[in-house]
């Protein structure tokens, strides 16, 4: 499976909204293929297509986290149709290595894209899985998880940030 290069805190493409797809052809067939590749390599749950430098609406989930045997999650277009309640849990991202920081998100996400096949597909998420979704859905919008920390708790993270965006 092809391998692509991670974007890292400090490239623009991070901080893009991402576009909405039109059409699902076999440019965005590829990228999703190649965006699953790199998730894997890099062993992490979730990917947004910004992370491979391509500011468009699409994220995949390595559903084989939550249980085995599972299907990769491919979203296209998410939007967000019910949130519900609230989890503070460590989280991390493949664009800021290195860096952990307790950040809140819904208990509970309810999203609606379409599939490769351009059908609409609903997930539900629980858990971590609520929080993958959120994380994903952010990315797409130009936000970070770093974003969600009060000044004091990112002012503690600076230094580590300014190396990475220096590189
Ligand atoms: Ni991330």
């Known amino acids: 499976m092809a391998v692509l290069p991670i974007r890292i805190y400090g490239d623009s493409v991070l901080r893009k909204r991402a576009k909405k797809i039109t059409k699902v052809d076999e440019r965005i067939r590829r990228l999703a293929s190649e965006m699953l590749g790199t998730l894997k390599n890099a062993q992490g749950i979730g990917l947004a297509a910004n ?9 995949v989930i390595d559903r084989s986290f939550f249980q085995a045997e599972e299907s990769p999650l491919i979203v296209i277009n998410p939007e967000i149709v019910n949130s519900q309640g609230d ?43 609520s929080r993958v979704l959120a994380h994903e859905i952010d990315h797409l919008n130009g936000i970070l998880f770093i974003d969600h920390l009060s000044s004091i708790r990112r002012k503690l993270l600076s230094k580590k940030l300014r190396k990475l965006s220096a590189k």
Request: charged letters at 30%; glycine letters at 12%.
């Open 51 to 59: 992370q491979v430098g391509e500011a468009l609406r699409l994220f």
């Open 87 to 129: 989890q503070t849990e460590e989280e991390g991202c493949l664009s800021i290595p290195g860096t952990y920081a307790d950040v809140t998100r819904p208990l509970k996400l309810v999203v609606k894209g379409i599939d490769l096949n351009e059908k609409e597909i609903i997930v539900e998420g629980k858990g971590l899985l």
